[in-house]
């Protein structure tokens, strides 16, 4: 009897693979790996780190697949002129977010500009993010806020010449200070290194967010585990997270009222709007109903988590990379050295005027992108990439790290040569998006000004302040670990002394 119900079952199974073979041929789909298992598609084949487990499908099967992930469907990307079609001629059909968990729970049920569906509300938050939040002339005016806490950490650097330093750490809590600060007005991090029970709290927040916002629950692709303790447990880290960041947000939000009719009641002219929160509340006040106190703590936690750890994990590769590499070090110090001079400190107003830094930067972006994986995509429609039929309601999920690192793009691709960005005809130009590590189309993400800002003034401070060595004579670990961002598997730990132009600088 068992005999004869297995031979059933792989007939069956065989029957499946057979249809599914020819329905793909007839309806023209992109290619797909053999097996397709029932119920698990190809989730059999991933390992992490993810980006490099699709690597090597793609390098396989080829640059345009159709995977299944459960009962997913998804389109994966590995071709910069594939991915020009996602986000070019297919843009409007490929607006649309996926439903996943993090959406609902953490996207404040996909009405957050990250999570939210192509459509009126979507452009509205992305107006605001565009044109007040993220605006070149407001982030001129936060330049000071950026300004002050460089010159904090020089100072926090300054006070232990020689010693090993976490710098994974100590830019992690620069990093939370300066959007807190420009979000909020209020630090949590001082000098001294005293740390409260609320900024323990709150680092605990934004690491949580990065573990739990990756597309990478299997309850997103298998149904049947709704209806299990792992679905129930894992919505339960959601809603406690979700609880902490509400709290967090909206005790700011409350006391910038406070603080607002405070001044009121004293008949005080209206205090001028220097944060993103104070912002978003003149907007409520011209429309509450939709500027909701949930749609403000949405924004604001959106700006937190994406300026976060994606410049940490940025600046800590790249000096990663500069130890590994002391002769681009020199160079890029040589660099400011003639250009800023030795008496006094960079500025945001230098960067422009420093081409092989931001070389050193593109190249970091280039070889380890924090977003490894682009926030993925899901088509509203039937529409057509590379040839292939692609149906409505697949996710997309573009390859940027295997882009990015490919030998038949990029000459000699797993080397560390800033010198390919330099000058017109740099190699990073091209057809297709060989390059985009802020994502592209009308999903991109806009806050490349800040981040670029951020990133350079703080390399470059790094740079021109100190001289930095390796704790021993082995090469820095630049091994990745796993998570939304691509964090380095070994935070990285370096020496530093003083250089003399600090005399200046402080």
């Known amino acids: 009897m068992v005999t004869i119900l297995l031979y059933f079952l792989f007939f069956f199974y065989t029957l499946h693979l057979l249809i599914h073979h020819l329905l793909c041929k007839i309806q023209n789909r992109p290619p797909s790996p053999f097996p397709t298992l029932p119920f698990l598609g190809h989730l059999h084949l991933l390992k992490p780190p993810l980006h490099r487990s699709l690597a090597k499908i793609s390098h396989k099967y080829g640059p345009i697949l159709l995977l299944r992930f459960g009962s997913r469907p998804v389109l994966l990307i590995s071709s910069p002129s594939a991915a020009l079609q996602c986000f070019s001629q297919n843009d409007i059909v490929f607006a649309n977010r996926p439903r996943l968990l993090a959406g609902k729970y953490l996207g404040y049920d996909f009405s957050v500009v990250v999570w939210a569906s192509y459509g009126d509300h979507w452009r509205n938050l992305r107006r605001i993010s565009s044109l007040h939040l993220l605006s070149s002339s407001n982030l001129q005016s936060l330049s000071s806020v950026r300004a002050d806490e460089v010159h904090s950490l020089i100072l926090r650097l300054r006070k232990n010449p020689n010693q090993v330093v976490n710098v994974r750490t100590l830019l992690f809590e620069f990093m939370l200070n300066v959007m807190m600060r420009m979000i909020g007005g209020k630090r949590y991090f001082d000098d001294n290194r005293t740390h409260t029970e609320e900024s323990l709290n709150f680092q605990e927040i934004v690491t949580e967010t990065f573990k739990l916002a990756g597309a990478n629950n299997l309850v997103d692709y298998l149904p049947i585990l709704k209806w299990t303790g792992i679905s129930r447990k894992i919505e339960k880290r959601y809603i406690n997270l979700r609880k902490k960041r509400d709290k967090l947000i909206q005790n700011l939000i409350e006391e910038h009222r406070k603080e607002k009719q405070k001044a009121m009641s004293k008949n005080k002219p209206p205090l001028k709007k220097t944060t993103m929160i ?46 590994n590499h002391p002769d681009v070090l020199g160079k890029a110090k040589e660099e400011m050295d003639e250009i800023i001079g ?10 422009e005027k420093l081409p092989y830094l931001q070389c050193v930067i593109k190249e970091t972006m280039r070889m380890y992108p924090v977003g490894p994986l682009l926030v993925p995509h899901e088509s509203s429609a039937d529409c057509t990439v590379g040839g292939y039929h692609i149906p409505g309601g697949t996710m997309l999920m573009v390859n940027a790290w295997a882009i990015h690192n490919d030998a038949g793009l990029w000459e000699e691709a797993a080397v560390f040569k800033p010198e390919r960005f330099l000058g017109a005809g740099a190699e990073g130009d091209g057809i297709g998006l060989k390059y985009m590590v802020f994502g592209a189309g009308r999903r991109g993400c806009p806050g490349e000004g800040l981040a670029m800002r951020v990133v350079g003034l703080v390399l470059g401070s790094l740079i021109q302040c100190f001289e930095w060595e390796r704790i021993g004579e082995e090469m820095v670990d630049m091994g990745e670990g796993t998570g939304l961002t691509m964090p380095k598997a070994c935070p990285l730990q370096a020496k530093c002394r003083p250089r003399p132009i600090l005399h200046y600088v402080m």
């Open 342 to 351: 030795k008496k006094r400190h960079i500025e945001e107003s230098d960067l």
């Open 278 to 323: 104070e912002m978003m509340l003149s907007l409520q006040e011209s429309d509450p109903d939709y500027y909701t106190d949930e749609i403000i703590i949405g924004q604001m936690m959106v700006m937190l988590s994406a300026g976060t750890d994606t410049s940490v994990g940025t600046m800590e590769w790249a000096m990663s990379l500069l130890l």
